[in-house]
C-alpha cells in the first residue's frame, strides 16, 4: 500500500507542477475555448491541461518500474508500458484537436488506434462473468470488444467535460472506488497485490487531484480533448486489465455471484455511470433529431442542473454525489451486504435526491475569483510576445 501511495503522490505532484507549464504553452500556441453557444463558461480558457496529466501518469508509472515490489512482476510492467503508449496517442489526438479542430471521424480514428496500441501490448478483455458462469472472448472477439470500450469511455468522459471541475472529480471517484476494490480483492482472495488495474486507477486519482486546483471553478486551464480522452482509456484499460489477472473459476459464483463474481463486470459501469448515462442520453436525443451523435449540444446533465436553478459549483458538487453514490453504494452493498449499509446507501440517495430536486438558493461567486478569470482573459486575447 506505501507504493500505491507513493505513485499517487508522484502523479499529484507532477501534474500540479506542469500544469502551468501547459497553460502558458497553449496560450502561445493560441489553445483557447473560446466560448460558443453551448458553453457554460463567458471567457476564453487555455487548454492542455492533458499534457499535465499525461506527464504526471507517465512519471506515475515511470516510478512504479522502478520500486521493489511494483517492478516484480513482469505482467504489471508490460500492460503498464502498453497502457501508457496507447495514452500518448491518444494525448496527441487530443492535443491536435485542442490545436486544429479535427473532424470526428479523425478522433474517432486515433481512438481506435490508440486501443490498438494498447491491445498489441496484451491489455485485452478475456472474460466477461456472468452468474454462475464465465464467458470465455476468443481473440478475434477479444479484440474488438476491447477497442469499443475504449472508444466507448473515451467519449463518455469528453462528454461530461462541460464544467469547471467535473470530468476531474468525477473520474477520480471513480477510480478511487475502482481501487478499493481491485486492492480488496487481492488481499481477499490471497492474491499477489500488484494489479495494473491498482496501479492505473491510482495513478489516476494523482493526477485528477493534482489538476483539479488548477480546473475548479473558476478554471485557469481546460483538460481538452487530450485530457479527457486520456482518462477515458485508462479508466477503460484499468478495467479491462483485471480479468487477464484474475482467474475467477475457483470462485463460488452461486455463492457471491453479486460481491465476486458480478463486481468485476457490475462495479466499472457503476463506476463511471453518469458519463455512461449522459452519452447513452446523447446518442437517444440526438438520433431522435436525426442528427449525429457526436453533434454537440447543450442538453447534458450538467446542463439540466444548471438549467433547474444549480449554480456551476453546485451543479458540479451534484454530479460528484450521485458519482459516489452509485460507485462507492454499489462497491459497500457488494463487498460489505447488509441491512445497516442498504439503509446508509437509502439514506444517502434520499438526501442527494432531494437536493438534486430542489435547488439551494444560488450564491454568486466571490469577486476575486471573477476578477483572476478576467485577467487570464486579458492574456488570452493579448498573447505574450516569444
Known sequence: MREYLLVLLTGLAVTFVLAPAGRSLALRLGAVARPRGRDVHQLAVPYFGGLAMFGGVAAAFLLASRLPFLSRYDYVSRESWAILGGAAVICLVGVLDD???????????GQVLAAGVTVLGGVRLLWIPWPGMIISLERTTSILVTVFVVFLVANAINFIDGLDGLAAGVVAIGAGAFFIYAYRLTVAENLVRATTASLVTVAICGVCLGYLPHNFHPAKMFMGDS???LLGLLMATSAISLTGQLDLDPYNLAHDSLGTALMPLI????????????LALAFVRRTARREWWFKADKSHLHHRLIQMGHSHIGAVWLMYAWSALVAFGLLGLGLWPSWGMVV???????????????????????????????????????????
Open 99 to 109: 490545436l486544429f479542430d479535427l473532424s470526428p471521424l479523425l478522433k474517432a480514428a
Open 227 to 229: 485530457g479527457s480522452m
Open 267 to 278: 462495479l466499472p459501469l457503476a463506476v463511471l455511470a453518469l458519463p455512461l448515462i449522459d
Open 344 to 386: 446508509v446507501v437509502v439514506v444517502v440517495l434520499v438526501g442527494v435526491a432531494a437536493v438534486t430536486l430542489w435547488p439551494l438558493r444560488h450564491i454568486p461567486p466571490a469577486d476575486g475569483g471573477r476578477t483572476a478569470a478576467r485577467q487570464l482573459a486579458e492574456r488570452v486575447r493579448r498573447p505574450p510576445s516569444p
